[in-house]
């Protein structure tokens, strides 16, 4: 997944605040990250709208997507959302128990992009950190 960030440097200065390792392949136009079982590009709004042949402007608030990461128990979830504020993040949502069974909560990145840190207690994970959705 690539998202359209408006400043490149502080957008990724703020996943490797997270503790994501910057691929080596990011050069000065993107930047990538790889997690356990994807990679998350980061490249200029501008570019990536017109790359995707699609209006850079107006931007709204929500724009239909949220990300997600998946984590094994409530306690990283809490984790993970303190340490995404203390990079920088913007508290959307606290964690909290939901009426599905699972444990969640979101917060934005510097771009405003909404992140869902969730544990789900019926899902597991393989040894590489993927999930297990089977």
Do not use: C
């Amino acid at each position: 997944m690539t998202l359209g960030v408006d400043d490149l440097g502080e957008s990724a200065a703020f996943y490797e605040r997270l503790g994501w390792e910057r691929a080596a392949s990011s050069t000065g136009q993107i930047v990538w990250f790889t997690t356990a079982d994807s990679v998350l590009g980061l490249y200029p709004h501008g570019l990536l709208a017109d790359d995707a042949a699609l209006p850079a402007e107006p931007r709204a608030p929500f724009g239909g997507v949220t990300l997600a990461i998946n984590v094994a128990s409530e306690a990283e979830v809490d984790a993970a959302m303190a340490a995404a504020i203390d990079a920088g993040a913007t508290l959307l949502r606290p964690a909290e128990k939901v009426d599905w069974g699972g444990y969640r909560g979101y917060f934005a990145d510097p771009d405003g992009h909404p992140w869902e840190v969730a544990h789900n207690p019926f899902v597991g994970f393989h040894p590489d950190g993927s999930l297990d959705m089977a």
